[in-house]
């Protein structure tokens, strides 16, 4: 199956910076390209998604940049807080039967 | 409530010892799928069902076993578990067709085989 490659494996940030985690695939058939976030004792959770066909979305303090000639997109976290402190997956589809590939996942922490 | 139901959340066994991990969906959902979680390996895909009696495997399917006899229920069985085995479980499902990509996940089932 195609990979994901998702860094870094865990970011240490202080309350109210800015959280960046990337990730970069091979397949160009990939055209969903969504972002989970786990917390702890719980199952990962839909956080924000994006295609292709735009660069930037933005939902409240969340960004994904996407970068379609490099392969890369990433997830922004602007004024982290302490309540974002989660692992976060981000993931493709091609829209084929095997639904997502998932990165390797990024243990997120804001230090109050 | 919408959601993804395993069962059970937590379950210590000893090698061999045949298991079930039930997945219960209430949203009518056409596919299934599940994960393993282990660290520093992200999720893993085991099998995934877009149908009843459709199934396939993922990118780890060896020592599991699963069907989809019902739509809401897709189990996954460990007919010979091994300590290999020991990981976190994750169950979801979602709409299957264009633009449907987005999965819920149960809780999570810690299984330990000793």
């Known amino acids: 199956q195609q990979q994901v490659k998702q860094s870094p494996q865990s970011l240490i940030v202080q309350k109210g910076g800015i959280s960046i985690i990337n990730c970069a695939y091979e397949n160009t058939a990939f055209d969903y390209f969504p972002w989970y976030q786990q917390f702890p004792g719980k199952g990962p959770a839909l956080l924000i998604a994006i295609r292709p066909d735009v660069s930037e979305k933005k939902e409240g303090r969340f960004t994904i940049s996407f970068n379609k000639s490099a392969k890369q997109f990433s997830l922004h976290i602007m004024d982290s807080q302490p309540g974002d402190s989660a692992t976060y997956f981000c993931a493709a589809s091609g829209g084929g039967a095997d639904g997502l590939t998932f990165g390797k996942g990024t243990h997120l922490i804001i230090q109050p | ?114």
């Open chain 2, 1 to 114: 409530e919408a959601q993804v139901t395993q069962n059970p959340r937590y379950l210590i066994t000893v090698t061999g010892k045949k298991l079930t991990v039930t997945c219960s969906q209430n949203m009518n959902h056409e596919y299934m799928s599940w994960y393993r979680q282990d660290p520093g390996l992200g999720l893993r895909q085991i099998y995934y069902s877009m149908n009843v009696e459709v199934t396939d495997k993922g990118d780890v399917p060896e020592g599991y076993k699963v069907s989809r006899k019902e739509k809401r229920n897709f189990p996954l069985i460990l007919e010979s578990p091994s300590p290999n085995q020991t990981s976190l479980y994750f169950c979801a499902s979602s709409f299957w067709g264009p633009g449907a990509n987005v999965l819920t996940f149960g809780a999570g089932s810690r299984l330990t085989v000793l």
